[in-house]
Nanobody, 124 residues
């Protein structure tokens, strides 16, 4: 069992940067692959970025490639989402999720544990 709490969301302007954090409870954080997803109003939840248990491997959606990066600090039980060059279409609730699998899955069903989400709004 792991509990996830996201933070760092807010209202920013086009072109700004923002870093989201996801703090995990428990002593086995390093045994979970982690993912970031987002959900805009009226749309399905979509994959953004994934990171393996060790943090060595990552994968990203084409829509954020070159702008967003994911990292993790297993000593701090935290995974980060660095978002640069934000666009209005990045506006969504952002969720972190954990899987006992490798962690590079892009399907919501691959992840067992979810945070409550944090709102990111990008104004034009």
């Amino acid at each position: 069992q792991v509990q996830l709490v996201e933070s760092g969301g807010g209202l920013v302007q086009t072109g700004d940067s923002l870093r989201l954090s996801c703090a995990a409870s428990g002593r086995t954080f390093s045994s979970y692959g982690m993912g970031w997803f987002r959900q805009a109003p009226g749309k399905a939840r979509e994959f953004v970025l994934g990171i393996s248990r060790s943090g060595i491997s990552t994968t990203s959606a084409d829509s954020v490639k070159g702008r967003f990066t994911v990292s993790r600090d297993n000593a701090k039980n935290t995974v980060y989402l660095q978002m640069n060059s934000l666009k209005p279409e990045d506006t969504a609730v952002y969720y972190c999720a954990a899987t006992s699998g490798y962690g590079l899955g892009r399907l919501t069903g691959s992840y067992k544990f979810w945070g409550q989400g944090t709102q990111v709004t990008v104004s034009s």
